[in-house]
């Protein structure tokens, strides 16, 4: 698709841009004395005609859950090449893949924690786990549920399910890009797919996991050859640390590393990937053509929510402002 054809949906891009929430604000949010006083900084933000039903029931995850519905509806509308926005929302569906194996595995309802977020509506995917095909999903989610199906007759395992489905996630992640045909998207893909590799790895070295769990829940379809993975994963974290600072991920490598014991730290790890992936997104800001800055919203948002998210779960649990603040991601706005 010519990067043309995006100059339409990127000058509506920039007016939702400028409604993003700015870091005067979620410091005004964090420097509250109260959930109450911190919900009533929205009064002057989009979120402003929420504030009131937030004040009387406190449910914040509803109402951000509503307002991430809201925004992937309204870019799956807008964006002039629908797999776009579903290279974003693919998370969530895989998610709900999770969700419905196991409702179907142990004959429970799960159907709470399924997140209306996707390409197709949930009755295709709802069928597509029950009979193993589908004439509505494209091939690389049959493919998926298809390997779970087979597992499941093999191991009755709930445990394979979130292993099978956390790697094809990633394999159905690269052929969405490649699909797109988009070089800027494909590189970004294969970044954020090294960086969730990273931060696996780390929890791995951490829980002290076997080369088959690594083998089995590391992606290959990023740029760093699995087997580089791997093998670091028989190391210790500091002896790991060192050596992905001599890496293309050096300096997000060093900036996770716990200051004295020279380990790499998995919670850092997370942090310092999640902003260097919004570093990436904010290079669309320059750019007038071409399809990352409609990709660099949704992430903006999707960004948005976390913080707001954490900041409201500090503020019901009193937690102190550091705490929350240090775990709080970089913002697209400014």
Do not use: C
Request: hydrophobic content about 40%.
């Amino acid at each position: 698709m010519r990067d043309t054809a995006f100059a339409g949906s990127n000058a509506r891009i920039r007016v939702y841009e400028s409604q993003l929430l700015q870091n005067d604000q979620f410091e005004r949010m964090l420097q509250a004395n109260s959930f109450e006083e911190a919900a009533r900084v929205l009064r002057d933000t989009p979120y402003r005609n929420d504030v009131d039903e937030l004040l009387e029931t406190r449910d914040y995850d509803e109402l951000l859950s509503k307002e991430l519905q809201r925004v992937y509806d309204e870019m799956f509308s807008l964006s002039p090449d629908p797999a776009l926005v579903e290279l974003f929302s693919l998370r969530y569906t895989y998610h709900n893949l999770k969700v419905l194996f196991k409702a179907r595995m142990t004959g429970e309802n799960f159907d709470s924690m399924l997140i209306p977020i996707g390409k197709n509506p949930m009755s295709d995917y709802r069928q597509a786990v029950e009979i193993g095909k589908s004439d509505e999903l494209d091939q690389a989610y049959i493919d998926s549920i298809q390997e779970v199906l087979v597992a499941e007759e093999e191991y009755n395992s709930i445990q394979s399910v979130d292993i099978i489905l956390d790697r094809r996630y990633f394999t159905h992640l690269r052929w969405l890009a490649e699909k797109i045909d988009d070089r800027e998207i494909i590189d970004f893909v294969k970044y954020y797919i090294d960086l969730n590799n990273l931060s696996t790895l780390s929890r791995a070295i951490k829980q002290r996991k076997n080369r088959n769990f690594l083998v089995t829940i590391l992606s290959s379809s990023g740029n760093i050859p699995k087997e580089t993975l791997v093998e670091l994963g028989k190391e210790s974290l500091e002896t790991a640390g060192k050596l992905l600072s001599e890496g293309p991920f050096a300096s997000i490598v060093q900036d996770s590393l716990d200051p004295e014991t020279h380990e790499l730290s998995p919670v850092k790890v997370d942090l310092e990937t999640d902003n260097a992936i919004m570093d990436k997104m904010k290079e669309a800001k320059l750019q007038p053509f071409g399809a990352l800055p409609l990709l660099a919203f949704i992430h903006a948002k999707e960004t948005e929510v976390k913080n707001l998210r954490m900041i409201f779960a500090g503020k019901e649990n009193n937690l102190p402002i550091e705490s929350v603040r240090e775990r709080m991601r970089m913002n697209y706005g400014s």
